[in-house]
């Protein structure tokens, strides 16, 4: 016999206390929308359950006096909570979500809507609104407990927020992007357990997104170039930056950012790099010349600096180092030393595959990237296959070294699938770890599939997603590539190919200034070429990769299109731009690729009417390029990709198109917005800036808000 189940409709109340801090609160909110979507009615509710009432009541929260007698156990840690039905004092059956501290009971908020209301967390994302019923069923002897979490610490780290930027600016260019669409993304990390953030790529620790994250309960952290949350993309060009030579300078800078958190749950970054996402040594003279051994005794010294200030004003508060790039090498060969009680990360570069070379120990932490701008990996599309997340943190959970997980997940929307199982494996990653990674993935692939579109058809899906990341060079692990290398593979190549002849940097950017727009001089008929020899090796890489990725994705496409009609209607327009857009996606920019350099070997050979054609052949499937991103704009997505800068979808077209004019001999069209390369390569009053200038004008569209209030520097609003 099936189980007998209680009947919630839309009038069984809520019981809530009045005085439930105000994250909980705005949790309450949300899945009161929830229900509101199931039932079809606002949920009634009180303070205490009303006699008249003989039908199931709902307890949520943590500070419900009930609540006590109710659930008179401990719980175990911090963040645990649960999710059951029992009797109340009154006899009555009630289904009860709450949970330890002022996050467990969040979580258990929202535990309820996904297992009672059917609300997915990624419901917003992955458009998938919760679907009216009118009432709903809850099995009787329903008994959940959650927790500890596998991970201490589990967070997202907004970043290189191109997409979100352009889809939804701030109405008062106060923040990156709206505070509307920050509170939907901070609802999601909450929805899926996570209890911290990096808000953005370059925040001011006064911004209203800190604030509200911190109103939202979730912990504020920053990310490896900004210690102590000092935004040094911001740094005053006429202010030295050293801490060997200027001291004062600096550590008046961190301890406003100190004051300006002080009063806020922090998760502390500690580390001294340079300006812009840099080592700190290609703005001190005197420290280009040094061993790495003394650099280390710099960065050490600094960090060291910093804890005190930290423990000034909150004593006992949690620190991390960040081992990324330069601190990575540094502390692996003994130069670099953490004070006391400081948990050190290892990151991955963008692959998955995390840079600790095996010296990994229990109590330290990991900084993941399920998305990632540099030039090869992904932000439009999935990349990092969840096989590769359980091998790697799988690594780490064995180790002990759970301290600390942050996941870099860009713009969010192009990778639900990865992110998700980071998330799932960060809050509880025992019943992942019994089997191979490989084995594992297709169990996720399953569950993913199911949520998404059905257990119908969920077992057909998992195959189309197994296979997305088996691409060729998707799966390498030394070298794996996205759709960022299928762009940057066309705006790079002659800068990297001139690079080794020409030797000094500053004429390499010298010769990229005129690479960014003039690239095309290199293709006049009047004027081809002298092609450097090794030219060829780069080409013949390029075009394996492009052909690869053709051989791979032409039938998955096909795949993917023929299941299209098994996929439930609902769940269509997901199946479309989510795995349907990124399989053909990478399909079509590998052709582009794919006849660019094949533009390229015939004009080596001075075959000018067959690279002319080749370019047209780019230009055609540049065209289903953007046909693709814009049938991935429906519903709420309307421009979702308009902002694309860090890709660069529409550079590689402008930049195609006039080739084709040049070779065509037909006037260069204008162009309709300025490459990367021009705004990363400038001359300005005729001398040519540094490497840290290319790197702030990279970011100059996100973070052009902050220009009004460069005064107020190291904060965005005036202190007085």
Not at 277 to 296: E, I, L, M, Y
Not at 444 to 462: N, Q, T
Not at 528 to 542: A, I, Q
Not at 670 to 683: A, L, N, S, V
Request: charged letters at 25%; a negative charge.
């Amino acid at each position: 016999m099936p189980s007998p189940t209680l009947l919630l409709d839309p009038d069984t109340p809520w019981i809530l206390s009045p005085d439930e801090p105000e994250p909980v609160r705005r949790a309450l909110e949300d899945v009161r929308n929830d229900w509101y979507d199931v039932m079809g009615h606002l949920p009634l509710l009180l303070d205490s359950p009303p006699e008249s009432v003989s039908g199931p009541v709902i307890y949520l929260g943590s500070h419900h006096s009930r609540l006590k007698e109710l659930v008179p156990e401990s719980f175990a840690a911090p963040e645990c909570f649960l999710l059951r039905t029992q009797k109340d004092a009154d006899g009555r059956d009630a289904v009860v979500a709450t949970g330890s501290g002022i996050r467990g009971a969040i979580y258990a908020i929202y535990c309820f809507s996904e297992k009672i209301l059917g609300v997915d967390p990624w419901h917003y994302w992955v458009d998938k609104r919760p679907v009216f019923s009118g009432r709903a069923e809850v099995p009787a002897g329903l008994d959940l407990s959650f927790g500890p979490p596998t991970f201490k610490w589990r967070g997202w780290f907004l970043n290189d927020e191109d997409l979100l930027n352009g889809f939804a600016p701030d109405p008062l260019r106060e923040n990156v992007f709206s505070l509307d669409l920050y509170d939907k993304i901070y609802e999601t990390l909450l929805r899926l357990r996570g209890n911290m953030v990096v808000p953005a790529t370059f925040p001011f620790p006064d911004e209203r997104c800190q604030e509200l994250a911190s109103r939202r309960g979730l912990a504020l952290h920053m990310h490896h170039v900004l210690g102590l949350g000092l935004n040094t993309y911001r740094w005053p060009e006429d202010i030295p930056y050293s801490h060997s030579k200027h001291p004062d300078i600096l550590e008046a800078h961190w301890k406003t950012c100190v004051d300006a958190f002080r009063d806020k749950e922090v998760i502390w970054t500690i580390g001294y790099r340079g300006r812009h996402d840099q080592p700190f040594w290609v703005h001190d003279d005197d420290a280009s010349q040094a061993t790495d051994k003394q650099r280390g005794e710099v960065i050490s010294r600094a960090m060291a600096r910093q804890v005190e200030m930290v423990q000034a004003v909150q004593p006992g508060a949690p620190m991390v180092a960040n081992l990324f790039m330069e601190g990575n090498q540094l502390y692996r060969d003994g130069h670099l030393h953490l004070p006391e009680g400081v948990t050190p990360v290892w990151a991955d570069f963008g692959n998955g595959m995390i840079c600790d070379g095996g010296k990994v120990r229990p109590g330290e932490g990991v900084y993941y990237h399920t998305a990632m701008m540099n030039n090869r990996s992904n932000q439009l599309t999935e990349m990092v296959s969840p096989e590769r997340i359980f091998k790697e943190l799988g690594r780490f959970v064995r180790a002990g070294a759970t301290e600390y997980l942050l996941l870099n997940v860009s713009d969010i929307r192009p990778v639900p699938l990865s992110s998700d199982c980071v998330m799932t494996f960060a809050w509880n990653a025992a019943p992942w770890l019994d089997k191979s990674p490989a084995d594992t993935a297709d169990d996720f692939f399953l569950d993913w599939s199911g949520r998404m579109y059905g257990d119908g058809i969920a077992d057909k899906v998992r195959t189309v997603c197994r296979q997305y990341f088996l691409a060729p060079f998707m799966r390498d692990e030394e070298r794996t590539l996205g759709e960022h290398y299928l762009c940057s593979w066309i705006l790079h190549f002659h800068a990297r190919q001139f690079e080794p002849a020409l030797g000094e940097k500053d004429d390499l950017f010298g010769k990229m200034d005129r690479l960014a727009d003039a690239v095309i001089e290199y293709f006049h008929p009047d004027g081809l070429p002298s092609f450097p020899e090794f030219l060829g090796g780069t080409l013949s890489e390029g075009l394996a990769v492009a052909r690869g990725n053709i051989a791979h994705f032409e039938p998955l496409a096909r795949e993917v299109e023929t299941l299209l009609p098994e996929i439930p209607a609902s769940r269509r327009e997901f199946y479309r731009t989510h795995i349907g857009l990124q399989v053909h996606l990478h399909l079509h920019l590998s052709y582009v690729l794919q006849a660019y350099i094949l533009a390229v070997t015939a004009l080596m050979e001075k075959r000018t009417a067959e690279a002319t054609g080749q370019i047209r052949i780019a230009l055609t499937h540049m065209d289903k390029v953007f046909a693709l991103l814009r049938a991935g704009e429906t519903g709420r997505w309307r421009g979702w990709y308009r902002g694309d800068q860090f890709v660069g979808v529409e550079a590689v077209r402008e930049f195609l198109r006039q080739v084709e004019a040049m070779l065509a001999g037909r006037i260069i069209p204008m162009q309709r917005q300025k490459t990367r390369y021009e705004k990363t390569c400038q001359i300005v009053g005729g001398k040519r800036r540094d490497a840290s200038f290319s790197e702030k004008m990279r970011y100059q569209r996100i973070c052009e808000y902050q220009t009004p209030f460069a005064d107020h520097f190291p904060l965005l609003y005036s202190k007085e």
